[in-house]
């Protein structure tokens, strides 16, 4: 018996060793989709083009970037397009406007997404933000303003670009005149050469980068800046000098913490379980996790599979481990068995399953064969007799422990309640065979799960 079980382990380790050393290779041979709501040109366009070039070194699996430029409406058009019909694999990945959150906060009418939703990944930089005019402008200073009106101009209603001018007209009275209808900020800096516009308000490092030596060589100035102390090397007041009220000031405070975050990289909403948990999960973790799974499983491994998958590991969430074993639970074969085929495969393939699978039967599979041995030798014993029996009250205890921490995941309307009510009713009670639970059952939660949502 020991050496058939040291040839079980010595089998089994061959075989998969090899591949645990594999890295994670999900988006390998891909192409990652880089959508940005700015025109060629522009500040956000120059990160994204520059970002492109590097992150694929550190992707396992390499994929390959493509930047799209999807501009207007102050990048809300492609914000709207990243949640509502962007893949939700991880290989769309999108560039927001510092703004994205106050564009939803505002209600704007043409804001279609929930920034909570995204999967935010990082920004690039922090910038100061500001008003620009030319010298030649009638207004010679941020005080002027008061007094003086000057025209800015716009380019959209969702873009930092249209809305700093306003908030300072509306807010403090300073006498802003915005001309909409400028694709990007260049536009309005190349208005404002032939003499059309007077400024523009947008970052100072934008600014700057548009129109090297301007402000150096005194064709144009900072009129004021966003931040709440005096940018140092900037000859410009901040914007909260002109503040006369705590209300006043909180407002310029929060529309200026809006762009602490500046360009901020993110993923559409649900990606990050196809895309991040993917990236995390290798074939070495997928072996070791079930693994552990298979070790702690006494009396069933219900309890420490939702320990190790959901709490420990985090490779699911408490609602998407209860989704998987509810998919697991009406198809042929054990519970767990298919859980690991699949969560193995969403990894990596056929493989995936494979080291899944092992590391889930391997452990019990050797300590069951030793304790069948010893159970073979020292059944007889009254001490053995009395375990055997309580391991039966323990194994029930296991299972209800899981049941309520699954019953966590589970969103409590009233189409789950009255599925549970009656899967438990007709199995519990009636006795009817599993088969037609799942025929009748399945279809009719879907069904009216469908139609809930669709009402809602």
């Given at each position: 018996m020991r050496k058939l079980v040291l040839a079980g382990l010595a089998t089994l380790l061959s075989v998969f060793s090899p591949s645990l050393a594999q890295e994670d290779q999900f988006f390998r041979g891909k192409q990652i989709r880089f959508v940005l709501g700015a025109a060629p040109g522009q500040e956000y366009d120059l990160w994204a083009r520059l970002m492109a070039r590097h992150l694929s070194?550190?992707?396992?699996?390499?994929?390959?970037?493509?930047?799209?430029?999807?501009?207007?409406?102050?990048?809300?058009?492609?914000?709207?397009?990243?949640?509502?019909?962007?893949?939700?694999?991880?290989?769309?990945?999108?560039?927001?406007?510092?703004?994205?959150?106050?564009?939803?906060?505002?209600?704007?009418?043409?804001?279609?997404?929930?920034?909570?939703?995204?999967?935010?990944?990082?920004?690039?930089?922090y910038t100061n933000r500001g008003c620009f005019a030319m010298t030649s402008s009638r207004a010679k200073s941020a005080k002027d303003l008061f007094e003086t009106e000057m025209i800015v101009g716009g380019t959209g209603a969702g873009s930092p670009v249209t809305q700093t001018p306003r908030l300072m007209k509306n807010l403090l009275g300073m006498k802003f005149k915005v001309v909409e209808g400028y694709a990007k900020p260049q536009d309005a800096i190349l208005a404002m050469e032939r003499g059309e516009l007077e400024g523009v308000c947008q970052s100072l490092q934008s600014f700057r980068q548009s129109r090297p030596g301007w402000l150096e060589s005194g064709k144009a100035y900072v009129v004021f800046t966003t931040e709440?102390?005096?940018?140092?090397?900037?000859?410009?007041?901040?914007?909260?000098?002109?503040?006369?009220?705590?209300?006043?000031?909180?407002?310029?405070?929060?529309?200026?913490?809006?762009?602490?975050?500046?360009?901020?990289?993110?993923?559409?909403?649900?990606?990050?379980?196809?895309?991040?948990?993917?990236?995390?999960?290798?074939?070495?973790?997928?072996?070791?996790?079930?693994?552990?799974?298979?070790?702690?499983?006494?009396?069933g491994i219900a309890n420490s599979s939702h320990y190790i998958i959901v709490e420990k590991r985090k490779w699911l969430t408490a609602k998407e481990f209860v989704e998987l074993f509810g998919?697991?639970?009406?198809?042929?074969?054990?519970?767990?068995?298919?859980?690991?085929?699949?969560?193995?495969?969403?990894?990596?393939?056929?493989?995936?399953?494979i080291v899944s699978i092992s590391g889930?039967?391997?452990?019990?599979?050797?300590?069951l064969i030793i304790i069948a041995v010893a159970y073979e030798q020292f059944q007889h014993l009254p001490d053995v007799r009395a375990a055997t029996a309580g391991a039966a009250s323990a194994a029930a205890g296991l299972i209800i422990a899981t049941a309520i921490k699954m019953m966590k995941g589970v969103a409590w309307t009233l189409v789950p309640i009255g599925m549970a009510v009656g899967t438990f009713i007709v199995i519990g009670y009636l006795r009817a065979p599993l088969w037609m639970v799942v025929v009748i059952f399945v279809p009719l939660s879907i069904g009216l799960t469908a139609l809930a949502r669709r009402r809602s």
């Amino acid at each position: 018996m020991r050496k058939l079980v040291l040839a079980g382990l010595a089998t089994l380790l061959s075989v998969f060793s090899p591949s645990l050393a594999q890295e994670d290779q999900f988006f390998r041979g891909k192409q990652i989709r880089f959508v940005l709501g700015a025109a060629p040109g522009q500040e956000y366009d120059l990160w994204a083009r520059l970002m492109a070039r590097h992150l694929s070194r550190h992707i396992p699996g390499n994929p390959t970037f493509v930047v799209e430029n999807m501009p207007g409406a102050g990048l809300i058009i492609a914000t709207n397009w990243l949640y509502n019909r962007a893949a939700r694999d991880g290989t769309v990945w999108g560039m927001a406007g510092h703004n994205v959150a106050d564009q939803a906060l505002s209600k704007l009418p043409n804001v279609q997404y929930d920034p909570s939703k995204f999967n935010w990944i990082g920004t690039p930089e922090y910038t100061n933000r500001g008003c620009f005019a030319m010298t030649s402008s009638r207004a010679k200073s941020a005080k002027d303003l008061f007094e003086t009106e000057m025209i800015v101009g716009g380019t959209g209603a969702g873009s930092p670009v249209t809305q700093t001018p306003r908030l300072m007209k509306n807010l403090l009275g300073m006498k802003f005149k915005v001309v909409e209808g400028y694709a990007k900020p260049q536009d309005a800096i190349l208005a404002m050469e032939r003499g059309e516009l007077e400024g523009v308000c947008q970052s100072l490092q934008s600014f700057r980068q548009s129109r090297p030596g301007w402000l150096e060589s005194g064709k144009a100035y900072v009129v004021f800046t966003t931040e709440r102390e005096r940018v140092a090397g900037v000859n410009a007041p901040s914007i909260f000098e002109f503040a006369k009220t705590d209300e006043e000031r909180a407002i310029l405070a929060y529309y200026n913490s809006v762009g602490q975050g500046q360009e901020r990289q993110r993923r559409p909403v649900d990606s990050q379980d196809q895309a991040t948990s993917v990236k995390t999960i290798s074939l070495l973790d997928l072996f070791t996790g079930f693994l552990m799974i298979g070790l702690q499983g006494f009396g069933g491994i219900a309890n420490s599979s939702h320990y190790i998958i959901v709490e420990k590991r985090k490779w699911l969430t408490a609602k998407e481990f209860v989704e998987l074993f509810g998919v697991c639970s009406i198809l042929p074969g054990g519970n767990f068995l298919n859980a690991s085929i699949m969560l193995g495969a969403r990894s990596h393939g056929p493989l995936g399953s494979i080291v899944s699978i092992s590391g889930l039967l391997l452990m019990p599979l050797v300590i069951l064969i030793i304790i069948a041995v010893a159970y073979e030798q020292f059944q007889h014993l009254p001490d053995v007799r009395a375990a055997t029996a309580g391991a039966a009250s323990a194994a029930a205890g296991l299972i209800i422990a899981t049941a309520i921490k699954m019953m966590k995941g589970v969103a409590w309307t009233l189409v789950p309640i009255g599925m549970a009510v009656g899967t438990f009713i007709v199995i519990g009670y009636l006795r009817a065979p599993l088969w037609m639970v799942v025929v009748i059952f399945v279809p009719l939660s879907i069904g009216l799960t469908a139609l809930a949502r669709r009402r809602s």
